[in-house]
């Protein structure tokens, strides 16, 4: 049987913060922070990095993939647009992710922001259709989990 062209997932991740939602809805939406932990790694290069975080703004990140990487040197690329936001509580973007110029995956991330005593219940649902060459659902997973513990370096910061 032929491998499927596409492939469907769904998954959730859920984070508590010691933070309020308005600091962790700032990490979010101020370029500078969104940057540190989303897009500055040890395992890339930015190239470029932009955000307008506006319902209908985008997001644009151009990273280039280190040796510690499975594609030393590729070229990857996101470019996302915001769909909704409430301030403070939800954030929700559909994004393209390229390598080498070949679109892998379309996604759909939800972010929940929910007050927790003196803190931040997180609640990110992404929502994808991966294609010919993707990193696939696991990778992709892992790859958020990273992404939210950083965010929760640059709130201890």
Same mark, same amino acid.
Request: net charge negative.
């Given at each position: 049987?032929?491998?499927?062209? !596409?492939?469907?997932d ?24 969104? /940057? ?5 790694? /040890?395992?890339?290069? !930015? ?7 506006e319902?209908?703004?985008?997001? /644009?990140a ?5 040796e ?10 996101? +470019?996302g647009?915001?769909?909704?936001? !409430? ?22 991330v ?13 609640i ?7 294609? +010919?060459?993707a990193?696939?659902? +696991?990778?992709?997973q +892992? ?15």
């Amino acid at each position: 049987m032929a491998q499927k062209a !596409v492939i469907h997932d769904t998954f959730v991740i859920e984070r508590s913060y010691p933070a309020t939602p308005e600091r962790v809805f700032a990490a979010f939406a101020d370029p500078d922070k969104k /940057r540190r932990w989303f897009v500055e790694h /040890r395992n890339q290069t !930015v190239e470029h990095y932009e955000l307008a975080f506006e319902v209908g703004g985008w997001e /644009r990140a151009r990273l280039r993939l280190n040796e510690k990487t499975p594609l030393p040197g590729a070229l990857c690329e996101t +470019e996302g647009i915001y769909q909704h936001i !409430v301030p403070n509580s939800r954030m929700v973007s559909s994004a393209t992710m390229s390598i080498n110029g070949h679109c892998i995956s379309v996604s759909l991330v939800t972010v929940e922001l929910l007050p927790s005593g003196s803190g931040t219940e997180l609640i990110l649902t992404h929502q994808a259709a991966f294609f +010919e060459g993707a990193d696939g659902p +696991e990778m992709r997973q +892992e790859g958020w989990r990273k992404l939210l513990d950083e965010l929760a370096n640059e709130l201890a910061a």
